[in-house]
């Protein structure tokens, strides 16, 4: 198996592939998925954010990964994460009562 040394895709001597090259990645990828929806690269970034997010990685983890400046950007990603909600716990559950 090839992993990626520096961007998730690389062309075979390493190195970046150009934006179009990347979108007709997805394209052929979605296809041979069966995937019909609309997709692009910006929601494969979006939605790989928000797996970590329910898999339980810090926000400011996140911000760092996709290099966001502000964790106001990031924090776009908090909306859709609805799974997170009934993880959480109360302090009070904790109490021996």
Known sequence: MIRPRKYLFEG?????YSDRSIQNILKNACHKAGITKHTTVHTLRHSF????????????????ILGHSSSKTTEIYTHVSKKMIGTIRSPFDDLDI
Do not use: N, P
């Not at 954010?49 to 760092?64: N, P, S, V």
């Open 12 to 16: 075979q001597s390493g190195g970046l």
């Open 49 to 64: 954010a928000t797996h970590l997010l329910e898999k339980g990685t810090d926000l400011r983890y996140i911000q760092e």
